[in-house]
C-alpha cells in the first residue's frame, strides 16, 4: 500500500490515530488502464476514491445514449458522487473512465461512512466536495444550455493549458468532442474555423495553440 500518498488525504491530519489506522486497513488499491472501466466496483459500493495517478473522466448518459461529460479526476482528487450509499440524498447515475493509466485508492463504503458519522472534519469534507461536484455539473449543464459552440471550445482549450502550462494538447479530436460534449464533426469544423484564423494549429493527434488572447476574448463569459 502507498501509506505515503493516502497521507495526503485532506482530511488525514484531522483523523485520530486509531481512525488513520483503521483507514489504512480499509483501503483498497485498484489499478485500471487506459479505457477502462471504474464502475465495476459500484457493486459493493465504495464510499470514496482517491486518484493516486492518472485520469478519470466521470459523466453520464442520457436516454438516447449521448455521453456528457461533466468534470475530470487527477491525482490528488477524490470523488464520492457515485456513493450514494454514503450520502443517502445523493442521487446520481454516474460513469467514470480512465482517461490513462489510473491507480486509485478506494475507501470503503462501510468505514468511510463511520468516519463521517465520527469526525466532524470528514463530514464537512465530504459534503463540501460534494457541493463543489454538483456546483461543476451546474455549470456544465448551463454552458450546455446557453453558451455558444465557439465559447465552449475555446474555454476547453484554454483549461488544458492552463492546466499543463503548456501549449500542445495531445488530445484526438474524438477525446476533445467527449470533454465539450458534441459531435466530433461539429468539433471538426470548428477547430479547422480556429486554424484558419490563426489562432490554433491541427496535427495528427494534437492541437497547438497560437493565439491565447484570442481564444481567451471568445471564451469570455456568455
Known amino acids: 500500500m502507498q501509506e505515503k500518498e493516502i497521507m ?20 483498497s488499491m485498484r489499478s485500471y488502464q487506459k479505457g477502462a472501466s471504474l464502475n465495476a466496483f459500484y457493486d459493493i459500493c465504495l464510499g470514496m476514491i482517491y486518484v493516486l ?15 456528457i461529460t461533466l468534470f475530470y479526476l487527477q491525482k490528488q482528487d477524490c470523488c464520492i458522487l457515485s ?7 445523493l442521487q446520481m447515475d454516474i460513469q467514470l473512465t480512465a482517461e490513462a493509466d489510473t491507480q486509485v485508492a478506494a475507501i ?12 466532524m472534519h470528514v463530514r464537512c469534507f465530504a459534503y463540501e466536495l460534494s457541493t463543489k461536484r454538483l456546483s461543476t455539473v451546474v455549470q456544465v ?3 450546455i444550455l446557453f453558451a455558444r459552440f465557439d465559447q465552449r471550445l475555446a474555454s476547453c482549450l484554454l483549461d488544458h493549458y492552463k492546466h499543463t502550462n503548456r501549449t500542445v494538447i495531445k488530445k484526438t479530436q474524438e477525446e476533445i468532442a467527449r470533454e465539450v460534449n458534441s459531435a466530433r464533426e461539429v468539433v471538426t469544423r470548428m477547430l479547422r ?11 495528427r493527434g494534437e492541437i497547438v495553440l497560437k493565439d491565447l488572447t484570442a481564444l481567451k476574448n471568445m471564451a469570455k463569459p456568455f
Open 193 to 203: 474555423s480556429f486554424a484558419q484564423k490563426g489562432w490554433i494549429e491541427i496535427h
Open 8 to 27: 495526503q488525504l485532506p482530511f488525514w491530519d484531522a483523523l485520530k490515530e486509531e481512525e488513520k489506522t483503521g483507514l489504512l486497513k480499509q483501503v
Open 83 to 89: 456513493a450514494s450509499c454514503v450520502i443517502r440524498d
Open 53 to 67: 495517478k492518472g485520469s478519470i473522466r466521470v459523466y453520464f448518459t442520457s436516454m438516447q445514449g449521448r455521453e
Open 108 to 119: 470503503h463504503a462501510g468505514f468511510f461512512q463511520s468516519l463521517m458519522e465520527k469526525n
Open 141 to 143: 449543464m448551463e454552458q
